[in-house]
């Protein structure tokens, strides 16, 4: 069950007292709820919260927002008051791009993060406008269903479409428009991870976060698409169990 933290922040209540917290950044047409089972697998070590966006679910009567940097603005002044434990963020497609911006938002007030892992994105710097969001709606449901994310009897009810494809629409106008030339270094550790197969971010393009940190880099080639998230999760988690729970026991006296 989704409880409500703030009008931007969901927590699954799974681990409230687990020694570190991962704050989740949905993709394009994502919600919060997409990360339970994540929850679920790294609970009780890792406490796991997640963004829900404005438009969608319980928030369905606000205004969409198709921008990474207005999105970015809002999570990060809403994420603020939970930083009392140590935060990483952990960002899958459209969701890394926004979760880098929260991080450089909070590292510029001088809040530290563990670790940022990004997944299935390239870097700030590319160009990665593809004209999905400009698309008719019957070749951007076509994208869905060959992207594979989105559940195959939505697509095919057209009332349901008829809602889901203004969010969907939105979000990919928000990555799709998304450039940051001058993008700066952060002072976390980064951890990108990235499917073999994916059709959107070759490895290359996955591996060159590594410019994105001050500190260490670390890169996970895991098989599968752009939602290999979903198909490699027990691998997904081994690697997020790892950096995590061996952060929170060097912090301990």
């Given at each position: 069950?989704?409880?409500?933290?703030?009008?931007?922040?969901?927590?699954?209540?799974?681990?409230?007292?687990?020694?570190?917290?991962?704050?989740?950044?949905?993709?394009?047409?994502?919600?919060?709820?997409?990360?339970?089972?994540?929850?679920?697998?790294?609970?009780?070590?890792?406490?796991?919260?997640?963004?829900?966006?404005?438009?969608?679910?319980?928030?369905?009567?606000?205004?969409l927002v198709d921008s990474v940097t207005e999105?970015?603005?809002?999570?990060?002044?809403?994420?603020?008051?939970?930083?009392?434990?140590?935060?990483?963020?952990?960002?899958?497609?459209?969701?890394?791009?926004v979760a880098y911006e929260v991080a450089l938002?909070?590292?510029?007030?001088?809040?530290?993060?563990?670790?940022?892992?990004?997944?299935?994105?390239?870097?700030?710097?590319?160009?990665?406008?593809?004209?999905?969001?400009?698309?008719?709606?019957?070749?951007?449901?076509?994208?869905?269903?060959?992207?594979?994310?989105?559940?195959?009897?939505?697509?095919?009810?057209?009332?349901?479409?008829?809602?889901?494809?203004?969010?969907?629409?939105?979000?990919?106008?928000?990555?799709?428009?998304?450039?940051?030339?001058?993008?700066?270094?952060?002072?976390?550790?980064?951890?990108?991870?990235?499917?073999?197969?994916?059709?959107?971010?070759?490895?290359?393009?996955?591996?060159?976060?590594?410019?994105?940190?001050?500190?260490?880099?670390?890169?996970?080639?895991?098989?599968?698409?752009?939602?290999?998230?979903?198909?490699?999760?027990?691998?997904?988690?081994?690697?997020?169990?790892?950096?995590?729970?061996?952060?929170?026991?060097?912090?301990?006296?």
């Amino acid at each position: 069950m989704l409880i409500p933290v703030n009008p931007w922040i969901r927590s699954f209540g799974l681990a409230p007292t687990a020694p570190v917290q991962l704050l989740c950044f949905p993709h394009a047409g994502g919600v919060a709820a997409f990360y339970g089972p994540l929850a679920a697998a790294l609970a009780p070590e890792v406490d796991i919260l997640a963004v829900q966006y404005p438009g969608r679910q319980d928030r369905f009567q606000e205004r969409l927002v198709d921008s990474v940097t207005e999105l970015a603005d809002g999570i990060a002044e809403a994420v603020r008051p939970l930083l009392h434990r140590p935060t990483s963020l952990l960002g899958h497609s459209m969701g890394a791009a926004v979760a880098y911006e929260v991080a450089l938002r909070l590292e510029a007030r001088a809040q530290a993060l563990r670790t940022l892992f990004v997944s299935g994105q390239r870097t700030p710097s590319a160009d990665r406008d593809n004209g999905i969001h400009a698309l008719p709606d019957d070749r951007l449901a076509a994208e869905l269903r060959r992207l594979g994310a989105t559940d195959p009897d939505i697509l095919a009810d057209r009332d349901l479409l008829d809602v889901l494809l203004p969010t969907i629409r939105a979000d990919y106008r928000a990555i799709e428009t998304y450039r940051r030339a001058d993008a700066p270094p952060l002072d976390c550790p980064v951890v990108a991870l990235t499917g073999t197969a994916d059709p959107y971010v070759t490895v290359p393009e996955a591996a060159g976060w590594a410019n994105l940190t001050r500190r260490d880099f670390a890169f996970h080639e895991l098989p599968g698409g752009h939602f290999f998230l979903d198909a490699q999760r027990d691998r997904v988690c081994e690697i997020l169990r790892a950096r995590l729970t061996f952060s929170a026991a060097a912090e301990r006296p």
